[in-house]
């Protein structure tokens, strides 16, 4: 008996070792008893799913983390997070990729490997991308990292020779430095410069800032609206869209009649509608012949069911009365308290469950059905193509082309597009292409490690001038890489313009 208790001691010990010694392994990996010596930067502030690996485990983070040196961050799309150092700080955007060197705030320094970076650094600190390494301190600057081109914009102090007010640009290892325009800030930038400019003055001013948001919220506004029907969703098939097309008059549906009534760019949709010949299919009527079914009415033999009335038969069961003989039961009449059961008549007050109805009320819990939906929750953004541009220039565009320009300048009202996520800019014009039966042509650029779009609706680089060619921006932002290297966020605004002069100035996206 003692041998027995001895085990259960023994075993119930080994198993609390066992998890004393799991608890003591995942919160030295997670950082739970980390003491560190000096001040460590801080990751918080997250936003969206932020993934730390540490120590070959990777693990989604959800309260602020003291890092470690080699510790790796990743961002998923539309994910933010901050790295606080000291009294200065990293903003991660999304799809960020960031890899800790050295933690600490005396001497903080970090490799970004994909991303944007917002510095406002007041201590001095280290970042690196590729072979370069750029010290700051007591400035604000931006790090765009993506495949084949690579960028840092300094609004506040300088680094690395880049003054305030610059950007220094490397594509594919070559560097060209020009100034920051006002209308190249993103919608990230706009919200941390504002941030940096209550602890330093940089090249741009609240007001100026708060100035480009209202122009580009105008701007918005005077996109023409979405119709009900300007809606695609994940499973349409391009046939499915073609009673979608908008209106040439409205948004102009990929290109318009010449003097010939020739339709260039036509879409899919418009010729099957002369299928009408299917109208044959009327011989179909032949089928009156299934009237041969009336035939059917023989059935009325099925009076012959009547004979059923023998089931007056069943009257028989009147023979049931014989049940009366239950009267029998009064032979038990010391039950008669039973009739007092009678009270369970009053069970028709279980009718009164019909206040379940009240349940009716969960319909007003359809914001529960919400919940569930959250995984399979719909995101969608819109996009328009557009070129009207060329019509301020049509002495420059070649007459060949002119058919394909519509009168209002829209290739593509804007329109409203599901997507899943990891999706890109290219995917979307792609799909949207595609399902309106509007001309695509592209190109795989090594350059910048993205698609390259050639030409929509017939219009291609150089047709309207050496400087014309498209651009896409995202909420009013011209995103300085390619389309297929922007990944696309819920709600997010795509336009794709074509310019005709200042390699974008005629756009808003001047460089």
């Not at 003591?24 to 003491?35: E, S």
């Not at 990891?422 to 595609?434: A, H, M, N, Q, Y």
């Not at 009013?476 to 696309?488: D, E, I, K, Q, R």
Request: charged fraction near 30%; aromatic fraction near 6%.
């Amino acid at each position: 008996m003692k041998k027995k208790k001895t085990s259960n001691i023994i075993m119930v010990a080994v198993i609390a070792l066992i998890v004393c010694a799991g608890v003591f392994g995942v919160g030295k990996i997670k950082g739970w008893f980390d003491k560190p010596e000096e001040p460590t930067a801080l990751l918080t502030g997250y936003k969206g799913i932020v993934t730390l690996e540490r120590d070959g485990v990777a693990y989604s983070l959800r309260e602020d983390t003291v890092l470690r040196k080699n510790d790796r961050i990743s961002l998923d799309p539309g994910a933010r997070a901050t790295v606080i150092i000291g009294e200065g700080k990293l903003v991660l955007g999304d799809n960020t990729v960031l890899e800790i060197t050295d933690p600490r705030v005396s001497g903080f320094d970090a490799k970004i490997h994909n991303g944007d970076v917002f510095a406002d650094a007041a201590t001095g600190i280290k970042l690196a991308f590729e072979d370069q390494v750029l010290a700051l301190e007591n400035t604000a600057a931006e790090f765009s990292i993506r495949p084949g081109a690579k960028s840092v914009s300094v609004y506040s102090g300088s680094t690395g020779g880049i003054s305030a007010g610059s950007m220094k640009e490397w594509i594919n290892g070559e560097a060209s430095e020009r100034s920051i325009a006002l209308t190249s800030l993103s919608a990230f930038t706009i919200s941390q410069l504002k941030a940096a400019n209550s602890r330093m003055a940089t090249c741009f001013s609240d007001a100026q800032l708060d100035q480009l948001v209202a122009q580009r919220e105008a701007e918005a506004a005077s996109q023409i609206d979405i119709a009900d029907t300007d809606v695609i969703n994940k499973d349409d098939k391009p046939d499915g869209g073609q009673d979608k097309q908008p209106q040439p008059d409205k948004k102009g549906d990929g290109g318009k009649k010449d003097d010939s009534g020739k339709k260039d760019d036509k879409q899919p949709g418009k010729d099957d509608k002369k299928e009408p010949a299917e109208p044959t299919e009327p011989t179909e009527p032949t089928e009156p012949t299934e009237p041969i079914k009336p035939t059917e009415p023989t059935e009325p033999t099925e009076p012959i069911k009547p004979t059923e009335p023998t089931e007056p038969t069943e009257p028989t069961e009147p023979t049931e009365p014989t049940e009366p003989t239950e009267p029998t039961d009064p032979t038990e009449p010391t039950e008669p308290t039973e009739p007092t059961e009678p009270t369970e008549p009053t069970e028709p007050a279980e009718p009164t469950e019909p206040t379940e109805p009240t349940e009716p009320t969960d319909p007003t819990e359809p914001t529960e059905p919400e919940d569930p939906p959250a995984e399979d929750k719909k995101t969608y953004v819109t996009i328009s193509i557009r070129c009207d541009t060329i019509l301020n220039n049509m002495e420059d565009l070649k007459p060949e082309k002119e058919p394909y320009v519509p009168d209002n300048g829209w290739i593509l009202g804007k329109t409203k597009v599901e997507f899943t996520e990891g999706e890109t800019v290219f995917d979307i014009l792609k799909r949207v292409c595609e399902y309106r039966g509007i001309q695509l042509e592209y190109s795989w650029s090594p350059m910048y490690d993205s698609y390259y779009v050639e030409g929509i609706n017939h219009l291609y680089e150089f047709d309207c001038g050496i400087e014309s060619g498209w651009m896409y921006k995202v909420n009013g932002w011209f995103p300085n890489y390619g389309c297929s290297s922007y990944t696309v966020s819920d709600g997010e605004d795509i336009v794709w313009c074509y310019t005709c002069k200042g390699l974008g100035a005629d756009v808003g996206g001047g460089v």
